[in-house]
Nanobody, 114 residues
């Protein structure tokens, strides 16, 4: 059974930075496609970034050049480095692991406000 635990959210001023972490427990971490999603109030959950086992990385257009996804197979952890944060980045950020099934974390709140 896979469990995902996100951390690192918080309140940050516009232009600031945060790094989210997603700790994966279970087996086979390196085989999973890991992704970060976010859901703002009143909006649908959207894919932010993903990283596949072969290293292929994708970003949604609105975060390209500002966010960086990475994974550490030794620590079974995926990260989302977020720079130049904007108020529209405010959302609950979720980690997802997908292989034969999909697993979600509980989410971590990111609020960008002055």
């Amino acid at each position: 059974q896979v469990q995902l635990v996100e951390s690192g959210g918080g309140l940050v001023q516009p232009g600031g930075s945060l790094t989210l972490s997603c700790a994966f427990s279970g087996s086979g971490f390196s085989h999973y496609v890991m992704a970060w999603y976010r859901q703002a109030p009143g909006k649908q959950r959207e894919l932010v970034a993903s990283i596949a086992s072969g290293g292929t990385i994708t970003y949604t257009d609105s975060v390209k050049g500002r966010f960086t996804i990475s994974s550490d197979n030794a620590r079974n952890t995926v990260y989302l480095q977020m720079n130049s944060l904007k108020p529209e980045d405010t959302a609950v950020y979720y980690c997802k692991a997908r292989l034969f099934s999909s697993y979600w974390g509980q989410g971590t709140q990111v609020t960008v406000s002055s």
